[in-house]
């Protein structure tokens, strides 16, 4: 399922296979949370847009309009319209962001609906039965996502929390495989690493997790508080310990510069809501930095969001343009910021898998690591 094809110091060029593609790897993960990127982006669009994985959200897709009325469509590849690989986060980080509607027992987590406040339970087996029902590619585990500062035993309570329920998870996505009206027989558990920002926690529950052989791992719980240098710093002391033939992933994460520390690290999958957020926003990625469409300069600028880049906008449109649309609060804007970015951070990817193929990543990574975290 997954090759590591050559390396560069920490850094990993690989190749993961599952049964709707092959993904080429270091890869980042657009994000549909409810089966669409925000935005006005089609999933028929996603391929023009560089795009290798498409990532869902299972509490979401739970709530509405139901797990069982997509499988009910033949999955949710076939509802969204979308035959590449798919992965779905268990509904575990919802714990972290719905803190005020759940609440944790050793079973699972009951939360208030944050669409119409009824009851909903979410557990391990829950969780596989839910995205064995979209038939997605990767399923994640349940897992506990600790909000940072967190207190040691309160981080450490978790990570037994979360080891057990992953050891559910396994037993019950492998029933479900074997279902005769299972969406996606070949669908595949990661698990995922936690323990805040305690290294000692981090290692120890790597470890345990490691002794499943699971056809993945993820660093999760991160990117929710802490400072860059503390999740590098994780990253550092998870890597060491995590299976050499099986993906990496890091979840949440995040900037250009982040991505780009994280593959040095030895990452090889990741996902973040930010570069069709931000491209929501008027923010756009540019290989100079970053670019804020409102400021007056782009006014009358006749010339692209970014003269290097190669998406739809970028061929089509100017700043003056664009900026006139975000100003004007037409739709149109938010789609063209979503596409932008997408189209960038896709693009990112493409540019350090071919630096690892070459080579250069170290290079590459001294050129843009700093220099894409600035305003352009």
Known sequence: MFTVLKTEKGARRGQFSCPHGTVQT???????????????????????????IELSNTYHLH???????IARHGG?????????????????????SLAKLRHIKEEGVYFNSHV??????????????????????????????????????????????????LERCKAELERRNCLPDAVNPGQVLFG??????FAQ??????????????????????????????????IEAVEEHM?????????????????????????????????????????FFTWDGVLNIFNKRYEEDDSPIDERCGCPVCRSFSRAYVRHLFKAGELLALRFGA???????????????????????????????AKLAKRA
């Open 339 to 369: 596409m932008h970015n997408l189209f960038f951070y896709n693009s990112l990817m493409e540019k350090i898998r071919l630096a690892l193929d070459e080579g250069r990543f170290e290079s590459f990574r001294a050129e843009y690591s």
């Open 116 to 165: 119409d406040g009824r009851r909903i339970f979410l557990g391990p087996e829950e969780s596989m039965r839910i995205q064995s029902n979209l038939g997605s590619d990767i399923a994640m585990a349940f897992d506990e996502c600790v909000k940072i500062p967190a207190e040691f035993s309160y981080a450490r309570d978790a990570c037994g929390r979360t080891l057990r329920w």
């Open 201 to 234: 926690l981090r290692v120890e529950h790597m470890k345990q997790i490691a002794e499943l052989e699971l056809p993945g791992y993820a660093i999760g719980g991160l990117a929710v508080g802490e400072t860059h240098r503390e999740m590098y710093e994780i």
């Open 243 to 283: 299976p050499r033939d099986k993906p990496r992933y890091l979840m949440g994460v995040g900037t250009p510069t982040n991505i780009i520390e994280g593959v040095a690290r030895g990452v090889d999958f990741f996902d973040c809501v930010m570069p069709a957020r931000n491209g929501r926003h008027g923010h």
């Open 63 to 69: 709530v509405r309009p139901g797990d069982e009325l």
């Open 76 to 96: 949710l590849h076939k509802f969204m319209g979308w035959n590449g690989p798919i992965l779905t986060d268990s509904g575990g980080f919802q714990i972290f």
């Open 192 to 197: 995922i690493n936690q323990g805040a920002v």
């Open 26 to 52: 270091p890869v980042f993960m657009n994000v549909g949370t409810a089966g669409a990127i925000k935005g006005g982006i089609a999933a028929t669009e996603l391929s023009e847009l560089g795009c290798q």
